[in-house]
């Protein structure tokens, strides 16, 4: 009796290790069970058993990848995808893997796919549009982000995304419309009032765009982003003065904001307010070491002071900075995706 | 209290978004993309425009070239695609004297040469009394001695002025660097291109426009360079590069130079347009010697701190205040920037308060301020066209053309520049894909036309067929103890309140020589007040009540203006 069991046993080891769903069931079973190296070992077990079964092949890929294998997963996810490839989690995972590794356009192609399974997944369209502006395809990612708006029209965050993304693709009217709509939609939102204030100023309708901004700070004193803005628009207009104010409530609401230290410095240096220019560059470099524009500054301010040689020394840092990082001060070209 | 709402406007918010699959992936704001692009742009919007003045501009420009007899047409490498840089930017052009009408004397005045031409600058290196030219070129740059007779001689080789074959020249102008009486010569480098070397389209990491494969550069390319050389006398040169400091400066391409007293010391200074790098500006020590205060004095980099892919440079007064101020072009995706000196030579970029950030979408080349209509006040004249032919191509998936419309702008008097260009006549609206501009009375009709080299193209002589009652007065300098065409003098015209300035210039505009007469529109003025001219030499004259409406010559140290015929 006990020799039929052992051999009953014995049988059933060997069909259990000739069956991939059994070694897939006890692979998850080790994943629950903590047991990660008996899990994969059995997957890839399976995989030798039957080497075209999807389950193995998805799940050891996404094994990998949850445990940031990006390299390992993408070999077993292709093969996933290639067998079924209708199945929207294989395209998505093996994106994801990609876009982990930095092979950007390589994500965006199986994501391509998995949009094509699920066109109404708006998650994977916002991470879409975010990756497309990654690799510069400014035109795809406004296309991208807009139809994720178009989906979720309660979700602020889209709105956002949809804006930024047609306003790097030099799409301003668009997102100028974009920017109306969430202000519709969201009233008492100071994001969607400066969105749209920002946007109104870049096609030229400047007041409209002032009230946008008042409104968007009187809704939230402490929103930072109005006042630079607001500021920085007065200083390039040559209102020295006024601009002062509006950046110092920048500052005042976000201490580290640099591009704000840097207007207001801008500012004084049109009132011939040389000590508190210098004072403001300063702040701006204790945050911000390496950026170029604050050194440039100083070499003005120094220069217009008298003291070439102070001025020479922060000048020639400032070139510095640019070489180590041409980048820093510059914006980039957008391209079209290529399909292969 | 409400929840505080996402709102980093410099991306997206960073969050996480969960997936079924128990995936989770974070959303990075910040992109940092060391681009594969040749050349410094920014993707400039346009800035707003204000509210059109409704004041007609009365200045229209038609292009008369072919009936005038320009016909030759340019070819610079392939036309519908280029494989180098050096096929890209084009050349110069001169406007010498006024003659209505042309006839081609190239070969009967000894000056035809065959070679890879790029800039001209004229002078009387000699002070005989005749223009002599400097033509530069990637390759052997030529100096021509005008014997006075319509003919010219090359004297290059005896003259000392040599620089190495592969040396691409783009810029040369003459200035009295040393106030001595003789005109220096100094000639930029694009770069050091070598066909050898050079990378193929799309094979490097600066040989893309928007994901299109174009030529490669200028960045990733070798850099070029300046050098001075001192006028001795006797028509011959010496390399002083080295010591006056110009040669301390490194790292730039290097396209049009101007030379003007900028800080009003009666010293020339020098200021160098420059190609995605920072440009320069060389401030004269007065005692031989340049140092480069580009960046200390605001005029190296955009308002912003941006490296900007300079081209044309134009110098003169646009807000009367008696300072010369700077225009300089600009790659497309940028603005130009207006350089106002705010006195001592410190300039501030006031292109986005002056209106004159509304047509970022063009590569700009030549330029000037030019009192196109004649009231008083220095408009703007800008000349654009593409480098990349590609993008006339069908395939090509960008807004932008090779060939683009002239620009036109309006000082109206109060800091702001408007786009008139609509108005201005069908010679503005053409497009072409234009480089070089020179500006000048050809018709001596007592405006300012233009003469445009245009790539692929046979060129365009704009007449300008103004329609007004404003008054106008032209000046030609004659220097005796300054160089003789008084290049480098700075000329002051008080009338009716208002008073303007202008130099006289070797290049300027794109690699190209304005006429050295001086225009000035005097508006309802029927009487100039008070001329002062400041001369190279540091000898400031003045010459008062002077009629308007006709050439006037001034010679230094003579006391009166001589009322000049004009040839029509």
Redesign the interface.
């Known amino acids: 009796m006990l020799r039929i069991a052992a051999i009953a046993a014995l049988l059933s080891a060997s069909l259990y290790a000739q069956d991939p769903a059994a070694l897939c069931e006890a692979a998850q079973q080790a994943v629950h069970a903590q047991r990660p190296e008996e899990a994969e070992r059995l997957w890839r077990q399976a995989i030798s058993v039957s080497p075209r079964y999807f389950p193995a092949l998805f799940n050891l890929g ?1 094994f990998y ?2 445990r940031q294998q990006f390299s390992d997963a993408i070999p077993f996810l292709v093969r996933a995808a290639e067998i079924s490839p209708r199945d929207f ?1 294989s395209h ?2 093996l994106g ?1 893997c990609y876009q982990a590794l930095g092979h950007g356009d390589d994500a965006l192609r199986a994501w391509r796919t998995a949009l094509g399974l699920n066109p109404k997944n708006v ?1 994977l369209l ?2 879409m549009a ?1 990756e497309y ?2 690799g ?1 395809y400014f035109q795809d990612a406004a296309e991208t982000a807009r139809r994720a708006v178009d989906l979720t029209p309660d979700d ?2 889209a709105y ?2 949809a804006i ?1 993304s047609h306003q ?1 693709a ?1 799409r ?1 009217p668009e997102a100028l419309e974009i920017a109306a709509r969430a202000v519709s939609r969201f009233p ?4 969607a009032h ?2 749209y204030g ?1 946007h109104l ?6 007041e409209e765009a002032l009230r946008e901004l008042e409104r968007s700070m009187a809704l939230d004193a402490s ?1 930072e ?1 109005p006042p630079f803005f607001y500021g920085d628009l007065l200083q ?3 209102r020295y003065e006024e601009a002062v104010v509006f950046l110092r409530r920048a500052i005042a609401n976000r201490t580290d904001y640099v591009p704000a230290r840097v207007a207001l410095s801008k500012a004084l240096m ?1 009132l011939k307010k040389w000590e508190e220019a210098i004072l403001e560059l300063n702040e701006a470099l204790r945050f911000d070491p390496r950026h ?2 604050p050194h ?2 100083l ?2 301010v ?3 002071l008298g003291d ?1 040689q102070r ?2 020394q922060e ?1 020639d840092l ?2 510095k900075l ?1 070489r180590e990082n ?11 995706f ?1 399909a292969r | 209290m ?1 929840a505080r ?3 980093t ?1 410099a ?3 960073i ?1 996480t ?7 989770a ?1 974070a ?2 704001a910040t ?5 594969a ?1 040749g050349v ?6 346009p800035a ?2 204000d509210t059109a003045s409704g004041k007609p501009f009365l200045a229209k420009f038609s292009d008369i070239a072919a009936q005038a007899g320009l016909s030759m047409r340019f070819t610079f490498g392939g036309e519908t695609a280029k494989k180098y840089i050096v096929e890209a930017n084009g050349t110069g052009v001169a406007f010498v004297t006024g003659v209505n009408g042309f006839v081609d004397v190239t070969r009967k005045a000894g000056l035809a040469r065959a070679g890879w031409g790029s800039g001209v600058c004229a002078g009387d290196v000699d002070n005989d009394g005749h223009l002599d030219f400097y033509v530069t070129y990637w390759g052997a740059n030529v100096l021509y001695r005008n014997r006075g007779d319509g003919t010219f001689e090359d004297i290059t080789a005896r003259s000392g002025i040599a620089l190495p074959s592969k040396q691409w020249s783009s810029g040369c102008t003459f200035l009295d660097y040393d106030r001595d009486g003789r005109l220096d010569l100094l000639v930029t480098s694009y770069q050091a291109f070598d066909l050898a070397t050079a990378p193929l389209p799309g094979k490097a990491s600066n040989c ?5 494969p174009v030529f490669c550069g200028p960045r990733g390319l070798p850099f070029g360079s300046v050098t001075l050389y001192h006028n001795r006398g006797n028509l011959s040169f010496e390399d002083v590069t080295a010591s006056t400091g110009v040669a301390t400066v490194k790292g730039f391409y290097a396209f049009t130079p101007v030379a003007a007293d900028l800080n009003g010391d009666g010293w020339t200074d020098i200021y160098i347009a420059c190609d995605s790098t ?1 440009s320069i500006f060389f401030r004269n020590n007065r005692n031989g010697t340049f140092t480069d ?1 580009a ?4 005029v190296a ?1 955009s ?5 900007q892919g300079g081209m044309g440079v134009g110098v003169g007064g646009f807000d009367n205040d008696g300072w010369l101020d700077l225009i300089k072009t600009n790659f497309a ?1 940028d603005y130009p920037n207006l350089y106002r000196n705010t006195g001592d030579g ?1 300039f ?1 970029d ?1 292109v ?2 002056a209106g004159l950030a509304v047509n970022p979408q063009y590569v700009g080349w030549g330029v000037a301020f030019a009192d196109l209509d004649n009231d008083g006040l220095s408009d703007i004249l800008q000349v654009n066209g593409h480098v990349y032919p590609e993008l006339d191509s069908e395939t090509a ?1 960008t807004r932008e053309s090779f060939r683009n419309p002239r620009l036109v702008y309006r000082n109206l008097g109060n800091g702001r520049f408007e786009d008139v260009s609509a108005q201005a006549g069908p010679g503005i609206a053409q497009q072409k894909s234009s480089r070089g501009a020179a500006f000048g009375d050809f018709d001596n009709d007592g405006d300012i036309d233009v003469v445009i080299m245009n790539m692929e193209d046979t060129p365009s002589l704009l007449r300008n067929e103004l329609s007004t009652s404003n008054h106008w007065i032209q000046l030609r300098l004659e220097g005796t103890r300054s160089n003789r065409s008084a290049i480098g003098a700075t000329v002051r015209v008080e009338a009716a309140g208002k008073t303007q300035t202008k130099p006289v210039l070797s290049q300027s505009s794109y690699l190209s020589q304005n006429d050295l007469r001086l225009h000035f529109g005097l508006g309802s003025a029927t009487r100039v007040d008070r001329i002062t001219v400041r001369w190279p030499s540091g000898m400031v004259q003045e010459f008062k009540d002077v009629p308007a409406d006709g050439l006037v010559m001034l010679v230094e140290g003579s006391e009166t203006a001589k009322r000049l015929t004009l040839p029509r």
Request: glycine content about 10%; hydrophobic content about 35%; proline content about 6%.
């Open positions: 996404l990848e949850s989690n998505y995972l994801a998650r916002q991470v975010v502006t990654k510069r602020p965050n956002y995304l930024k790097d030099g301003y008492e939102s100071a994001r400066f969105e920002f100023q870049k096609v030229g309708r400047v929103y982003e390039q207009h040559g049109g170029p524009q440039l500054l070499s003005q120094y220069f217009r070439e001025a020479r000048k400032s070139l640019r041409p980048a820093a001060l510059e914006a980039v070209q957008g391209r079209n290529p | 409400k709402e996402s709102r406007r991306g997206l918010p969050g978004l969960a997936f079924g699959l128990g995936v992936w959303l990075f992109v940092v993309w060391l681009a692009q410094a742009t920014r993707n400039a919007p707003p425009r893309e426009w928007k994901g299109m920072p205060i960046a200390e004095a605001g980099f308002e912003h701190g941006f490296e995706g410190i501030e006031v986005m308060r998936k």
